[in-house]
């Protein structure tokens, strides 16, 4: 298999956008990812990858912990800044959002549509990532202040938000 050929076959594929956070005794760290899903609802659990050359996969390891901050469509600015993609003010990538830890630590985003706070279950090294299992421990829903209840959206190598569809009848 080509790498070219399946990068640009993944890059049609829509996913929501998120940046995994932790804090703990390796130091805080974040990183935008595409590639999160859900694993099992008993118990409730989240799986993330994150590229293993990244400071925050490392972070994420040694802390243990690590939380999910799906994006809002008007989040694109903080996910370039956490994909290092935009410079960070004063070099710190927080400094575009406002913060507050969630039970395990793990920065959460006051304006993420949900936070979803986790314990890291597992931790497997696949390629060029690892990929990490957490066990979700608390999860905060948006609130009044979330300016858009639609998700951040990246495909075709670009953002978007959702737009609903007209479901013909059969």
Known sequence: MERERFLEGMSKAA????????????GRAGVTVSALCSVSA??????VCVHHLSPACAAIRDNGTFCVNLLGADHAAISE????????????????AEWY????GSPAMSDALVA?????????????????????????????RTATPLPLIHANRSYGAPRPVAVPSC
């Open 81 to 96: 800044t956490f994909a290092g993609r935009r410079a960070a003010p004063d070099g710190d990538r927080f400094a575009c």
């Open 101 to 104: 830890p969630m039970a395990n």
């Open 42 to 47: 008993d118990p409730p659990s989240l799986l």
């Open 15 to 26: 996913n929501t956008v998120s940046v995994v956070t932790t804090d703990g005794r390796a």
């Open 116 to 144: 979803f706070d986790c314990s890291v279950m597992q931790a497997t090294r696949w390629g060029s990532h690892y990929v990490f299992i957490g066990q979700v421990v608390d999860v905060e829903l948006a609130g009044p």
